[in-house]
């Protein structure tokens, strides 16, 4: 059974991983911290009296599990904001943002230029993770982000090892082609992460 | 034969090149996910945070709940919420102890008649086990009995 420590403990090691990996699927980042809640909330809630090595496979299989609840709640409301957008107004109101409320805490131990090209980098694989359909886009996070098993990806995906390993080829195949494009190859990408001193 | 060997080494080295540079993206994203806005970390810690106090709150309710029997009486008990089913319930235990004790009773009076024709009682009685079986002395003591 996981004591309330041991499930802080372990919660502080995933929440910003499951953050953003849920802001690259829903591509909207309150969302993602409701998820995120949700999927935190629900692990205490129902397996809390699970042993500590269970939880980052149920984490994940109930975070995944939470975000596919939210596109089909987004499904529906989607077709009733179409169906109604003619009675809407879409004026967004942005008197309420705080740029200083988003800004980043960056670590300025690193040269300018190189947190720029990091920086960019990132982007760039953000924008290729997040035009992967879902599917692809969950295998890799799961087998190459959490390194866990095909076993255990196939699991919380609720597939077969197979489709696993065809998702995650096809995932692999089409971030290299959309990165090759962009400019950017292994040797460039192991390089950033060498000279990353975070890493 | 040459042509197929070569095809399947290419395939095999651009699969283990484009897994390393999955492999360095990953990196880099995992990098990047520690470098989150402070309004974002704080939401996250409150997340966690009632998160852990909920599972808290569950184990500490499980241990009283398996703790004693007494926690069944008292005021805002078991028994104190649902007055009807607890008074129905000693209703029918009284029921039953008392049926159970009829029961008992009547299964005894066999019992009591078979001690009269066992052997002991026929060795340690005053008459002779003869007279017993004599079916003279029966009409005998019913004549002597009137």
Redesign the interface.
């Known amino acids: 059974m996981a004591s309330p420590k041991e499930l802080s403990d372990f919660l502080k090691t995933v929440e910003r991983r499951a953050f953003k990996q849920t802001a690259y699927a829903v591509r909207d980042d309150h969302a993602a911290l409701d998820i995120v809640q949700d999927a935190m909330l629900k692990l205490a809630e129902k397996y809390g009296n699970n042993p500590v090595e269970e939880l980052p496979m149920l984490f994940q299989r109930i975070l995944q599990n939470t975000m596919r609840d939210y596109w089909r709640r987004q499904k529906v409301r989607n077709l009733w904001t179409t169906l109604l957008s003619s009675f809407g107004n879409n004026h967004e109101d942005n008197e309420d943002h705080d740029p200083l409320e988003t800004i980043d805490v960056e670590d300025d131990s690193d040269e300018p230029s190189a947190q720029l090209e990091r920086s960019q980098t990132v982007k760039i694989i953000e924008s290729a993770l997040e035009k992967l359909p879902a599917r692809q886009r969950e295998a890799f996070i799961l087998r190459y982000w959490e390194e866990m098993d095909v076993a255990e990806t196939a699991k919380i995906m609720g597939c077969s090892d197979g489709s696993v390993k065809t998702h995650c080829s096809r995932a692999v195949h089409a971030l290299a082609v959309e990165l090759k494009k962009q400019g950017l190859d292994n040797l460039g990408l192991s390089n950033l992460v060498l000279n990353n001193p975070s890493s | 034969m040459n042509i197929d060997d070569n095809t399947i080494k290419d395939k095999a080295t651009n699969?283990s090149?484009?897994?390393?540079?999955?492999?360095?993206?990953?990196?880099?994203?995992?990098?990047?996910?520690?470098?989150?806005?402070?309004?974002?970390?704080k939401?996250?810690d409150t997340?966690?945070?009632?998160?852990?106090?909920?599972?808290?709150a569950?184990?500490s309710a499980g241990v009283n709940q398996s703790g004693s029997v007494l926690q069944w009486f008292g005021h805002g008990s078991y028994f104190d919420q649902h007055k009807l089913v607890t008074i129905s319930m000693l209703m029918g235990v009284v029921l039953i102890t008392f049926f159970v004790a009829q029961q008992f009773n009547k299964a005894l009076s066999p019992v009591v008649s078979y001690e009269e024709n066992s052997d002991a009682f026929l060795l340690a009685s005053e008459l002779p086990p003869e007279a017993f079986a004599d079916k003279g002395f029966d009409t005998w003591v019913v004549s002597k009995r009137d």
């Open positions: 699969l090149a484009d897994e390393a540079l999955a492999k360095s993206a990953a990196r880099l994203l995992n990098d990047n996910a520690q470098h989150l806005s402070a309004v974002t970390l939401k996250l997340a966690r945070n009632q998160a852990v106090s909920q599972l808290a569950r184990q």
